[in-house]
């Protein structure tokens, strides 16, 4: 009997564990309007790793604003040290709010392979990997959408010269951490270069499967 109590609440704590997909692909792949639809129809709750860092930029007497600044601008991957406590801090709080809520989208993370190093050194065991959602899109795609969203966005990097640098980033840094998980038979690719309904039905399948 008091076996069996144990092991109850044991599967309830291990339920409660954050449950993480990562968002992956190229700047302008679809990841954040996609990851709105998710949140709508599926309950996730959103953290962009941009978001954060863009937000963490924009405090007041920030200790890593300029620095947070200039890697965005050249669109270089900001130290995990920096980024992994604002999703961790962004994760604790939203469960502090409701501990039910513990499916999470972590959008535009890991990026390279000290992101990596970071997650697994700080969340192993906290946690859970489910998959990757891979938004698979042309370089040409990513950078037409980028520079159109430019024309309002106010991003710093939504403009021809940092978008170079930020493809020549993913496709030397973040592409080898998707193969990676591929390996691992973890990603779950979508054609990013549809229209938006036209991805979202392919990621609702995909969801749909997995839950
Ligand atoms: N759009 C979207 N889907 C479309 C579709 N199917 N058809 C036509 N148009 C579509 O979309 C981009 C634009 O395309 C929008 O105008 C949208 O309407 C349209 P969006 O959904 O915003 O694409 P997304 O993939 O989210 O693009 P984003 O620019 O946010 O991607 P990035 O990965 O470049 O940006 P992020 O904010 O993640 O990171 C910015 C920088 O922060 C990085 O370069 C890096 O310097 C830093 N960073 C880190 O250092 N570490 C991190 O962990 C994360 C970020
Ligand atoms: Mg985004």
Known sequence: M???CWGALIRKLLMMRPQ???VLGGPGAGKGTQCAKIVKKYGYTHLSAGDLLRSERSKEGTEY??????????GKIVPVAITIQLIKKAMEEKMAQDSAKNTFLID???RNADNLSGWNNHMNGYADVKFVLFFDCSNEVCIERCLERGKASGRTDD???SLQKRIQTYMQSTKPI???YEKEG???RVDGAKTVEQVFLDVQKIFDSEN
């Open 2 to 4: 008091v076996i069996s």
């Open 20 to 22: 993480v997909v990562f």
């Open 65 to 74: 604003g300029e620095l947070i600044a200039s890697f965005i601008k050249e």
């Open 108 to 110: 535009g993370f890991p």
């Open 159 to 161: 403009n021809a010269e």
């Open 178 to 180: 998707i193969d990676e």
């Open 186 to 188: 973890k990603v779950r």
